[in-house]
């Protein structure tokens, strides 16, 4: 298990390599450092000398990739990409046009992120798979047939319809929770609930189908009935 895990971080370090490289070139394609500095120095209105003072304020003075005027290392670590986009791999983000210091408003903003994301996933993990094993366990039932056509219905319906109704039905109406924002400390179940609770339901349809076919794509293979006669014969 360890091998698996530490062969799976080694590749996940040239996928984030290809797309930090990619990210990196599609940004610039779209937007040239002049561009950028015309759309914060206010349109197209803008003296040639205040477009390369604001270049060689932020650090966008420099060659994309290749500095062929340094030496050394330099050729590569005075270039845009090495200053703004490579040093994200140690954990310097840098700070954003306006002056924020990315790394903070991240740390800031992570923690009602993660609030309402992981108690999403683990909830509607264990939901959509029980769902799942119960429709696979009877399959070729009415339990599964209408249970498969639930999901159906369930995945055509929008997912803002789910966030709307519930803000409407649950806290407008109900008054059972806040409709929006959010508090720090013990009180902030009450604005999670609804949140958790509506991407939970909303995702039941989609997962539920992928998990019903998964597991009666394995469920039939020698391993899974090797398995049940082993347990079978050892069942007092």
Do not use: H
């Not at 604001?54 to 994309?64: C, F, I, N, S, T």
């Not at 200053?83 to 992570?110: N, Q």
């Not at 219905?153 to 059972?176: E, P």
């Not at 049940?228 to 069942?235: D, G, L, M, Q």
Request: hydrophobic share 50%; charged share 15%; net charge positive.
């Amino acid at each position: 298990m360890l091998a698996y895990i530490l062969r799976r971080l080694l590749y996940a370090i040239p996928i984030l390599i290809g797309v930090n490289l990619i990210t990196f070139a599609l940004f610039f394609i779209v937007n040239s450092p002049d561009d950028m500095a015309r759309m914060q120095l206010g349109g197209k209105r803008v003296t040639p000398e205040a477009v390369t003072k604001w270049k060689a304020e932020r650090g966008y003075d420099k060659p994309l990739f290749v500095n062929a005027e340094a030496t050394g290392a330099g050729m590569l670590t005075e270039t845009i990409l090495f200053t703004k986009s490579a040093r994200l791999f140690v954990g310097d983000f840098g700070r954003a046009e306006d002056g924020r210091d990315i790394a903070r408003e991240i740390s800031t903003r992570m923690g009602p992120s993660l609030a309402i994301a992981l108690p999403t996933f683990i909830l509607g993990l264990f939901v959509t798979v029980s769902l799942a094993l119960m429709l696979a366990f009877f399959r070729a039932s009415y339990l599964d047939f209408w249970g498969v056509v639930l999901c159906v219905a369930l995945m055509s319906i929008s997912g803002l319809f789910y966030i709307i109704g519930g803000q409407y039905l649950i806290s407008k109406l109900w008054r059972l929770v806040p409709i929006s924002g959010y508090s720090a400390g013990l009180d902030a179940w009450k604005f999670l609930i609804l949140p958790v609770a509506i991407g939970v339901f909303s995702g039941i349809g989609s997962s539920t189908r992928w998990y019903r076919t998964i597991f009666l794509e394995e469920i039939n293979k020698d391993y899974v009935r090797r398995f049940s006669f082993v347990t079978y014969c050892a069942t007092p």
